[in-house]
């Protein structure tokens, strides 16, 4: 069964990660960029975890905690994940249980952020360490001086297509013609080729 990938919009959105130590801790920091409203449970706190400012309920986990909330992320042992997974399954929230397969209903992906561009790789909890090895191989080979002119070239034909009524099959396309424009223009960029495929 194949899964169905996502962005979430968890800005001003409550979310809950149990578990005090490092592997919680780890997913703190993208949870907070987002804009969630977090809330880490659990009986013991790392000193890492204390400053970040998130709220703490410094006790174990109880079904309550996943009162009103968009998601929960369980960092904790396979037995408190568990009972993270049945809690949350029972209130309809969305749960992944950091590398416990059997107790998440979503995975996180190994993420690539650069220039306003976002790249999530997924293996559908099966391999994580893959993910995380394609994310690097793909930091090294995305240009780093290029993306943001990239981005800021899709925006600004993206306008144009709305404002024309562009149909959604002729947009790539078009926006392909427009990114080589861009090396055409700025002889910063390296010249392409469109009979080796370059293009």
Request: proline share 7%; hydrophobic share 45%.
């Amino acid at each position: 069964m194949h899964l169905f990938p996502a962005f979430l919009k968890l800005a001003g959105r409550r979310v809950v990660v149990v578990g005090g130590g490092s592997v919680a801790a780890s997913k703190l920091r993208a949870l907070v960029e987002a804009g969630a409203k977090v809330t880490l449970v659990a009986p013991e706190v790392s000193a890492a975890i204390e400053q970040t400012g998130v709220t703490i309920r410094q006790r174990p986990f109880e079904s309550r905690d996943l009162d009103d909330v968009w998601l929960v992320v369980a960092a904790a042992t396979p037995e408190v994940n568990r009972q993270v997974a049945t809690a949350a399954e029972s209130q309809r929230v969305f749960v992944n249980a950091v590398d416990d397969p059997p107790n998440a209903s979503f995975y996180l992906g190994g993420v690539l952020r650069r220039a306003g561009l976002t790249v999530a790789i997924s293996t559908d909890g099966r391999a994580p360490a893959l993910a995380g090895l394609l994310r690097e191989g793909l930091d090294a080979v995305l240009p780093p001086d290029h993306l943001d002119r990239w981005v800021a070239e899709a925006k600004r034909v993206r306008r144009q297509w709305h404002a024309d009524g562009v149909p959604m099959p002729e947009r790539r396309p078009k926006l392909l013609e427009a990114l080589v424009q861009l090396y055409a223009k700025n002889r910063a960029y390296p010249p392409v080729d469109k009979r080796d495929g370059a293009a």
